[in-house]
């Protein structure tokens, strides 16, 4: 499913990563572990496409996505997740959480999508016309 061999990155003249492997199949979780300034968040940002690699290869789904325009990878299927409350704090619940349904493939099955996400989150349900 994914696959990332051999990836390089860098900011500049100064190496952030080298030589990283990770193959991840459908169904597995991987989590990075690391001290500040390890290069974890680089290289998730390489995977989504928010950052170049400067060598190795990045597959995802059988495809060579290590050269891919970056706002290729969301329509490829991969998306990042921010932790906290990274919201648009200005939009309703419902407009926040239909954001991800823009791609034409996502907003054919938007409502859908959604009532499955306000069944998970019965509080959301409540208050998803609230900003």
Not at 30 to 58: E, Q
Not at 87 to 113: C, I, W
Request: with cysteine.
């Amino acid at each position: 499913m994914l696959e990332v061999g051999h990836l390089q990155a860098a900011y500049g003249a100064a190496p952030a990563l080298w030589d990283v492997s990770i193959d991840v199949q459908a169904g597995e979780l991987v989590c990075v572990v690391g001290p500040n300034g390890a290069g974890k968040s680089t290289l998730i940002n390489v995977i989504a496409g928010l950052h170049r690699a400067r060598g190795g290869r990045l597959g995802f789904e059988g495809q060579d996505i290590t050269r891919l325009a970056s706002h290729r990878f969301c329509a490829a299927g991969i998306a990042i997740v921010p932790e906290g409350r990274r919201l648009f704090t200005g939009m309703s619940v419902q407009d926040n959480l239909e954001l991800g349904s823009y791609l034409p493939a996502a907003k054919a099955h938007r409502a859908a999508s959604l009532e499955q996400v306000l069944a998970l989150f019965p509080d959301a349900r409540n208050r998803r016309h609230h900003g």
